[in-house]
Every structure is written in C-alpha cells, then in structure tokens.
Nanobody, 115 residues
Framework: QVQLVESGGGLVQPGGSLRLSCAASGSIHSFYVMGWYRQAPGKQRELVATITSGASTNYGDSLKGRCTISRDDVKRTVYLQMNSLKPEDTAVYYC?????????WGQGTQVTVSS
C-alpha cells in the first residue's frame, strides 16, 4: 500500500502563490508517476500536472503556465508550485501515485482563492 499526505493548502488572495507538498510512504517506488489533480464543487476531478521518474512533466489546461510540478525521490515528496492564482482555482487538490493499473490517492488539501 501507498500512503499520500498533502499539505500546503489554504486561503490565498487572487494573484498569490501557494506551494503544495505530497509526502509519500509505504510501498512506493521512484518509478511511480506522481501527479496533482483538483476537484471543484460540482465539477469532475481534473488533471493539474504529472511527473514521471525521469522528470518528464505533463500539465493540464487548468493551471498550465502558472504552475510547476517537481519531485524529490529521496524525500519521497512531490511538489506543486502555483502562481498567479485565480478564484476559479479554488478546489480540493489531490495527490496521486500511479504505476500500471495501480493508483493511489491522498485525502486532498483545500485551496481557496479569495479576497
């Protein structure tokens, strides 16, 4: 089993920045693809970004150009730096670890963008 714990969410003003962290533990390996997804009230969960073990990244349209995903396999942590945040970025942000048919999710961290 893999456990994922997100942190770093909170309330931020429009135009502000946040850095989310996801700490992984358990039977996780560096070859897992790590990712961030988000889900706003009444909407489907959507891709924010993923990163492979080789540091190849893929960004969804929602935050493209305003976020950067990175990983530290020594610390078993994946990060999401978000900039120029907008009210429509308000959502619960989830960490994901995937390999083959296996997929694990964290409990999510709330990000609220509001003045």
């Amino acid at each position: 089993q893999v456990q994922l714990v997100e942190s770093g969410g909170g309330l931020v003003q429009p135009g502000g920045s946040l850095r989310l962290s996801c700490a992984a533990s358990g039977s996780i390996h560096s070859f897992y693809v790590m990712g961030w997804y988000r889900q706003a009230p009444g909407k489907q969960r959507e891709l924010v970004a993923t990163i492979t073990s080789g540091a190849s990244t893929n960004y969804g349209d929602s935050l493209k150009g305003r976020c950067t995903i990175s990983r530290d396999d020594v610390k078993r942590t994946v990060y999401l730096q978000m900039n120029s945040l907008k009210p429509e970025d308000t959502a619960v942000y989830y960490c994901n670890a995937a390999f083959g048919v296996m997929s694990f999710w964290g409990q999510g961290t709330q990000v609220t963008v509001s003045s």
